[in-house]
Structures are given as structure tokens and as C-alpha cells.
């Protein structure tokens, strides 16, 4: 998913390996991340997608094994699933099709599919990762300076 800096961030991520057809481009970034949730599961229809992943780019700790464990947590298109860290809800988050519609209408600004996963709590497994990762957020200059000193 992209929005501002999107040529610049594509041809970063093309020079690192990634599938140009994988990239969606959300013209309505500025509203917030729950455009760009809006966008990447409306890009997956048609597709025979079953679920959808959702990682935030400002969680550079998340690691493979996380997104795996997760992933390994899909029973069908009635799936939702996310990370736990301490018992607490975090990302990634999997989103079996059968619930895109419903998150789709409940993303609004930066909320994302928050309000949906709790509206849904009941039917959310969590799947405990504080093992193989840590969620820390990069949402400031002095958050990006603590983690290249502890690199």
C-alpha cells in the first residue's frame, strides 16, 4: 500500500524484490489509514483472495515468524485472527474474506479495522507473539533515534 511518496516508496520496494502487481496505491492517504484498509481489501476482490494480512509499515520489530504464526491461525473466510502481546491485541491482524465488507465500512480516519475487532472480540483468536517480536510503533523522529542507537 502507498500514498504519499508513492513512485519513490514503489521503486524502493521494486528494487528490494517486491512484485510490482502487488502494490496498491491509495489516492486518499491523507484521510488516514482507514482509507488505505479500505483500498488494499477493495483491491482483492475478484482475486480469490480468502483473507487478508494486515501489518502497519511503522512496526519495523514485527517479525516473520509473527506474520506465520498468524497466517497459521486461518480456519476459513470467517477467520479473525491477530497477535497478541502480553495478552494484548496488536498487529498483525488476518481477516478472513467473509468479514472485508463489515471492516471496510467501519474503517474511518485512523481507526482502521479497531472498531470492527471489537465490535467482533468474541470471534477474534489471538495468537500470542510477544515471543518472536516486538510491536513498537515509529511514530516520531526521537522513536527512529532510540531504535537506531539499540541496532
Known sequence: MT????EGARA?????GAAPEA???NPAW???MGSSLRAGLASLAGTGARAALVLL??????????????LAAY???A????AAYGG???HPVLLGAAHWAGVAAAAEGDRGARAYLREHAREVRLVECGDLCDPYDIDTPEDLRRLRETS
Not at 524502493?12 to 528490494?16: I, K, P, Q
Not at 477467520?79 to 491477530?82: N, S, Y
Open 3 to 6: 500514498g504519499a511518496e508513492a
Open 57 to 70: 509499515v511503522d512496526q519495523p520489530g514485527i517479525t516473520p515468524e509473527a506474520v506465520a504464526r498468524v
Open 79 to 82: 477467520t479473525l485472527a491477530a
Open 12 to 16: 524502493a520496494g521494486e528494487r528490494a
Open 23 to 25: 502494490w496498491v496505491r
Open 30 to 32: 491523507e484521510s488516514g
Open 75 to 77: 480456519k476459513g473466510p
Open 88 to 90: 494484548g491485541r496488536g
